[in-house]
């Protein structure tokens, strides 16, 4: 019997230690029936690239509360890119500005979800995008 | 050959991860994929890690890849977690022990979900290896999920297991004596600087010394190790190599290995017959059917399946 379990990584980028958020995302994905890989705080957008092709997930969430989301989140999606992965998707969350959503969007993060979002939102973002990762 | 086999067989990274899933997923191309790679297999040490729940797999696991990596090995580690048996999903967090390698090309480190398999692995765990031994890995490591006293499936898998305890677990050792105890090539005993450590290696060897009565030679190492203070891993790792050594010179290697073909063809046999029953006798789309006339004490359970089996079987024959 063939099953398509959806993956996500849910990966911290950045020098805050604050991973509350990363960790509640994390165990309400598995609790909702996803497959969802962890690796902790402070990692390099290189190691989070390299991450996510060893494991071959559908979706990269990316949690930030230091203010560097417009550097590194690009630059993921940049490496994504480069590495012949631009078919992963990529969400961000944590502390980012409002005003800071549409060039992330431009820049490859197809949704950001800000401190108080229903983790349902997360889920129907994720479900949205299921038929595009069957294909 | 395909794409798919060849970059596979050439080490890259994208191409490895996608086979792994697509045996995970078992889609359509397994079987051929499995098939085009076996005769590339066969040339990678094969080590399990197994033990209860926060022995330290994981933390082992990472100063483990580090000592492969010191002597040029190039190393890959599956890591199995429970799926949720309620909604399916799993919290894979085995590789953040071991994200300092995540940046060495040498390393790939692969998270699976148990995916409703009972044994301490996946289903899929056997294809998985055969996938990343085939990519030219030196050494693979496979850590089960935390096992309690059955979950033995790990030693069909590799070539040495290591059984991972730590102190604290006091009379568990008793209860263990009968299932994952029997298991461990090697035993670790880890977090040796806590206090008990020292016992706990009393209980083992004690254990351990019913088994071999009279051949003490012959007794599994019991290793000290911290982990955390990455003590005691060079005799672990010289402890390995000396098992090695062992396994290969006395042919049971080569006896084990064989011993793990059997096995998957034993699974791969009853597999085929279940689904060529299933298309055939139309099992699945009927047994709800059925279940109400037994319920009904229309017709008895082995009476009803041994009919439908000899209707099928003479149906075959004509």
Same mark, same amino acid.
């Given at each position: ?15 805050d230690g604050h991973d509350r958020g990363a960790k509640y995302v994390a165990r309400a994905l598995k ?15 290189e190691s989070i690239v390299r991450t996510a092709l060893q494991e071959d997930v559908d979706f990269v ?75 | ?44 040490? %094969? ?5 209860? $729940? /926060?022995? #330290?797999?994981?933390?082992? =696991? ?5 000592? +492969? ?90 070539? %040495? ?5 730590? $102190? /604290?677990? #006091?009379?568990?050792?008793? =209860? ?5 105890? +029997? ?50 891993i060079e005799h672990l790792t010289g402890e390995m190599d000396e098992r090695f050594r062992q396994l ?71």
């Open positions: 019997m063939s099953e398509r379990k959806l993956r996500i990584l849910i990966a911290k980028p950045g020098l609790d909702e029936g996803y497959e969802v890989i962890y690796t902790g705080i402070r990692q390099t957008p969430g990316l949690s930030l509360l230091s203010g560097a989301h417009n550097e590194l989140f690009p630059r993921i999606a940049e490496l994504l890119r480069e590495n012949d992965a631009a078919d992963i998707i990529v969400f961000g969350g944590g502390v980012i500005p409002e005003e800071d959503i549409p060039f992330l969007k431009e820049k490859g993060i197809r949704a950001v979800f800000t401190p108080g979002t229903p983790i349902q939102e997360i889920v129907d973002f994720i479900e949205s995008k299921r038929d595009e990762r069957h294909q | 050959m395909t794409d798919l086999t060849r970059d596979i067989i050439r080490g890259k990274t994208r191409a490895i991860a996608r086979g792994i899933s697509l045996v995970e997923n078992n889609t359509a191309g397994r079987e051929e994929l499995i098939d085009a790679l076996f005769p590339h297999t066969g040339r990678a040490r %094969i080590w399990g890690i197994t033990g209860p $729940p /926060g022995a #330290g797999k994981s933390t082992l =696991a990472d100063l483990l890849i580090s000592s +492969e990596r010191k002597k040029g090995h190039r190393v890959a580690v599956v890591a199995v977690d429970p799926s949720s048996p309620f909604t399916g999903g799993a919290l894979l967090g085995d590789r953040l022990r071991m994200q300092s390698h995540a940046e060495d090309d040498g390393v790939f480190i692969r998270s699976m979900a148990s995916r409703g398999h009972l044994g301490g692995v996946s289903g899929a765990t056997l294809d998985a290896i055969k996938v990343l031994d085939a990519a030219g890995f030196d050494t693979i490591i496979v850590e089960t999920i935390g096992v309690g006293q059955t979950e033995v499936d790990i030693i069909e898998l590799t070539d %040495i297991v290591l059984l991972v305890l730590v $102190p /604290g677990m #006091g009379d568990e050792i008793q =209860a263990m004596k009968a299932g994952v105890m +029997e298991i461990g090539d090697i035993f670790v005993i880890n977090k040796s600087d806590k206090e008990g450590a020292e016992k706990l290696r009393t209980e083992v060897e004690y254990v351990l010394g019913f088994k071999y009565t009279g051949e003490k030679e012959k007794m599994n190492p019991v290793c000290m190790v911290s982990a955390k203070m990455n003590k005691g290969e010179e006395a042919g049971e290697l080569r006896q084990k290995r064989k011993e793990r073909i059997r096995k998957e063809l034993l699974r791969i046999f009853s597999l085929k017959i279940h689904e060529l029953l299933d298309k055939k006798m139309d099992f699945y789309n009927n047994v709800g059917e059925w279940a109400e006339m037994i319920y009904n004490k229309d017709v008895k359970p082995y009476h009803f399946i041994n009919e439908r089996l000899r209707f099928f079987l003479k149906k075959e024959s004509e």
